[in-house]
């Protein structure tokens, strides 16, 4: 069964980068693609971006901007980095392995990391 | 950018009980929508895909209709780990975009 775990620095200051980690096991990252999906504080969540298992990458208009998705298939994983994070980029951060087509972007999510949680606070 | 309403933005109910949540969509997604559980502290729970398919292991007590712009996610009598945050997804078009969320509450 795969499962999925979010690791990085709970805490980023104003203005510098976010850096996060999902550890996938129980499968590889070269099958399927896979996710970062955030919820802020009494917010609904936010899909951010995702990874395909040949290594493309499709990010939320909103912020292409600012995000890079990576994989590190020597150690399964892939990562997510948002660069210049503000106040409203605190939030958990989760990772999820997409379903459906990733090709015309009728993905749903399933399995979910547990989350992280990310303050931005100087 | 598609936009997802969901109603009401809670909902209390007793145990037993059937509960019936919204989402509507603010164009047609054919039967491209997904329903989620969360509870506190929790990752997120696939529960239903395409509208009415229920995901591996998920209840028969939790049932999903709807197409084009109304959708509905039934649990016809809730069990006391039910009372959760519900939120709908579509998977219609890029970017997936999710609803406000349900919470269900106990009565």
New interface residues.
Partial sequence: QVQLQESGPGLVKPSETLSLTCTVSGGSINSYSWSWVRQAPG?????IGNIDYNGNS?Y??SLKSRVTISPDTSKNQFSLKLTSVTEVDAAVY?CARD??DYN????????????TLVTVSS | EIVLTQSPATLSLSPGERATLSCRSSQSISNYLAWYQQKPGQAPRLLIYHASNRATGIPARFSGSGSGTDFTLSISSLEPEDFAVYSCQQHYNWPCTFGQGTKLEIK
């Fill in positions: 917010k609904g969540l936010e899909w499709k939320s208009p989760y379903q459906g015309n972007g009728r993905i749903w999510f399933d399995p979910w990391g547990q989350g």
